[in-house]
């Protein structure tokens, strides 16, 4: 019976089957009574306005039936377009007065994000928002069906709705200003949001205090990040302490970038030749042996991959254009020291600059040093030749 | 530098060994060509290779590494020196959107940025010019030992 439903212009169709599966349920979860009623009517439909005919004693319908509508509505949840020629839809009113108290017992229950799609729960004031929604209703597609309150709806998709006692809203379009107040009325928003009790509920607080939470949480992952920041709270002394420390590393940058420059040019970095014989032999045999262990690296980057090709090529090529820069430091260790096992090579160079770096941190445990250059040399299967030219670009200088 | 990410980081952990990978490249290429130029122009030379480095470890997910690219790549030849650290004195009365626009400027590609993704792109920068400046540190130390 459910497919004599017609589709109005005017009304979306998925409402329609919304409806539908809601009466199913209906039915299968209630007494014979009420369903048939409920499902003649939908059947009658040609104007959503004949909902009007459902009888009022849907109001004393189940609580179970209430719970079965949670999963009906699920997938209903994901009919965001549906929604808007649905704003004046109640559903049944069956869940009135025995889903007030439930949702009354969540009222309480706060969490203030959004989305949350729970077992809508009608009001008490069912009837009473059926008729002030009859009489005021700008659509005239009030239901029997209430699905939540709409005071003053306009149909203006609202985002959100937040009353202050219910926790549980439905997605509707549509602003529901607060005029059931006391029991839990539906609360027809468009986005599911949860407002604390005794907070404000209308779609503008409601994002700004979204919008605050989120900046609370990025201060203080910032306060995490910038030492000595624990001791500072609120925003203007925070927001000085992380200028002072950006300020402060960058002028580090340029003094360190100076110290380098002084140094450097005492290196040797005739990478070359030693690359050539010492990795082409060490790294074909143990490094990649050691890397094929390698599940892929979630730094999957192009640049990764360029790295892994340029290391792959000064590997096997002559021309060692890329891996300048780490040979040249490992030459200066392996002038000390011959280069045994590549894997002691890569080590040693990781260490060496990295034991400075951090002393315990676990990034810098060999095996993870491994592992990472690992999952890049498990990228073999990139052509020796490919893209030296892409990492050279990358950093190159002015 | 801690495993976990800022909110919503697209890459959580720090890839140094990119860092390394190439910082150390581009410190080759400078000393390649480094002892016929002046000190100060390698310097200069290194400080936009660290920044250089620092951003095409960080990746194109970020916008102040696509922003810190682009202006190395851009002009090559004008000696730009919109990464030169200038100490941004705060006025006297530091009200909260001055520190707002300090901060835009000082991080690379902060002066579109709502102030919720400012800060998490100035807690994203601040992690990779920590470890930015721990390398060059450690580099300093091992060359200078």
Redo the contacts between chains.
């Keep these: 019976m459910a497919q004599c439903i017609p589709t109005r212009a005017s009304t979306n169709p998925s409402v329609l089957e919304r409806q539908r599966v809601r009466l199913n349920w209906q039915q299968q979860q209630s007494t014979d009574n009420t369903d048939c009623i409920g499902y003649n009517n939908i059947e009658s439909f040609a104007p959503l306005s004949s909902f009007d005919q459902l009888p009022k004693n849907f109001v004393d319908g189940e609580r179970s039936r209430n719970e079965s509508f949670g999963h009906v509505h699920d997938p209903i949840e994901s009919l965001g377009d549906g929604w808007p020629d649905f704003s004046m839809v109640n559903y049944p009113n069956f869940c009135a007065i025995n889903v007030g108290e439930k949702a009354n017992d969540k009222e309480n229950s706060d969490s203030s994000k959004k989305r949350k799609f729970g077992n809508f729960s009608n009001s008490q004031q069912v009837d009473a928002n059926n008729a002030t929604e009859n009489s005021g209703s700008s659509k005239g597609m009030k239901e029997d069906y209430v699905l939540g309150e709409r005071k003053g709806a306009t149909g203006n998709q609202k985002p959100q709705n937040k009353k202050e006692t219910s926790t549980e809203t439905l997605k509707e379009n549509g602003k529901a200003s607060r005029s059931s107040t006391t029991t839990t009325p539906l609360k027809t928003d468009y986005i599911h949001v949860r407002a604390r009790r005794g907070q404000a509920t209308d779609s503008h607080s409601l994002a700004e205090r979204v919008?605050r939470e989120?900046?609370s949480?990025?201060?203080r992952?910032?306060q995490?990040?910038?030492p000595g920041c624990n001791k500072i709270t609120g925003?203007?002394g925070m927001?000085?302490e992380?200028?002072n420390?950006?300020?402060s590393?960058?002028?580090?940058?340029?003094f360190?970038?100076?110290?380098?420059?002084?140094?450097?040019?005492?290196?040797d970095?005739t990478?070359d030749s030693f690359f050539n014989e010492e990795m082409n032999i060490a790294c074909n045999t143990g490094l990649i042996q050691g890397m094929n262990i390698l599940l892929p690296h979630?730094?999957l980057?192009p640049?990764?991959i360029q790295?892994n090709a340029l290391l792959h090529q000064a590997q096997v090529g002559p021309s060692s254009s890329?891996?300048?820069?780490?040979m040249?430091?490992t030459q200066q260790m392996t002038l000390q020291c011959p280069m045994s096992a590549p894997m002691q090579l890569v080590n040693t160079f990781?260490d060496?600059?990295?034991?400075?770096?951090?002393g315990s941190?676990?990034?810098?445990d060999q095996v993870r040093?491994n592992n990472?250059?690992g999952a890049h040399f498990s990228f073999q299967s990139l052509q020796g030749n490919c893209l030296p030219n892409n990492?050279?670009?990358?950093?190159?200088?002015? | 530098m801690t495993a976990t990410g800022s909110p919503g980081n697209p890459n959580p952990n720090l890839s140094k060994p990119m860092l390394v990978h190439h910082f150390l490249r581009a410190l080759a290429r400078v000393n390649r060509a480094a002892p016929k130029q002046s000190h100060a122009r390698r310097s200069r030379r290194i400080r936009c290779a660290a920044y250089a480095s620092m951003a095409a470890a960080a990746g194109p997910g970020r916008r102040w590494s696509r922003v810190l690219l682009r202006r190395l790549r851009s002009s090559p030849s004008s000696h730009r020196r919109r990464i030169s650290v200038r100490v941004a004195r705060p006025p006297r009365i530091a009200t909260a959107s001055s520190r707002v626009e300090t901060l835009r400027r000082l991080v690379p590609g902060g002066r579109s940025l709502g102030y919720c993704s400012l800060l998490e792109e100035t807690a994203d920068y601040v992690r990779w010019l920590d470890a930015q400046v721990q390398l060059m540190q450690s580099l300093v130390d091992f060359f200078s030992s």
């Design positions: 919008r989120r900046i949480e990025r201060m992952y910032l995490d990040l910038v925003k203007a927001l000085d992380i200028i420390y950006v300020q590393l960058q002028r580090q940058v340029e360190l970038s100076m110290k380098l420059a002084a140094v450097n040019p005492r290196l970095f990478v979630d730094q980057d640049s990764y790295s890329g891996l300048d820069m780490a040249s430091t990781m060496s600059c990295y034991n400075n770096v951090h941190s676990s990034l810098w040093l990472t250059f990492l050279k670009t990358e950093t190159r200088e002015i």
